[in-house]
Nanobody, 128 residues
């Protein structure tokens, strides 16, 4: 059974940093793109960042460019989201997602429907 487990969320002041991790188990991790999404209260889930299976290509939402960095360690079946210069608007539940239908897919996507496995989410709260 595939499992994605996020960790690293918490409460931080504006301008601070957090590093989210997502550990995958139950399936080979390395051939698949991974993504991060977030959902704030009363809002729809939105794309944050994605990374190609090899780690050679990443794609981020305009709202986080220059502040958030996605990376992965295929040897540890883990994807990361380094979040710097956090703002109150970044407050949300952050979800890790895997594109397990895209074996060695050559592109990454921001479309949530492309991702077929999701973690349970980790809360990030940024105080002003």
């Amino acid at each position: 059974q595939v499992q994605l487990v996020e960790s690293g969320g918490g409460l931080v002041q504006a301008g601070g940093s957090l590093r989210l991790s997502c550990a995958a188990s139950g399936r080979t991790f390395s051939p698949y793109a991974m993504g991060w999404f977030r959902q704030a209260p009363g809002k729809e889930r939105e794309f944050v960042a994605a990374i190609r299976w090899s780690g050679s290509s990443t794609f981020s939402a305009d709202s986080v460019k220059g502040r958030f960095t996605i990376s992965r360690d295929n040897a540890k079946n883990t994807v990361f989201l380094q979040m710097n210069s956090l703002k109150p608007d970044d407050t949300a539940v952050y979800y890790c997602a895997a594109d397990f239908s895209g074996y060695y897919r050559h592109y990454v996507t921001k479309l949530a429907q492309q991702y077929d496995s999701w973690g349970q989410g980790t809360q990030v709260t940024v105080s002003s």
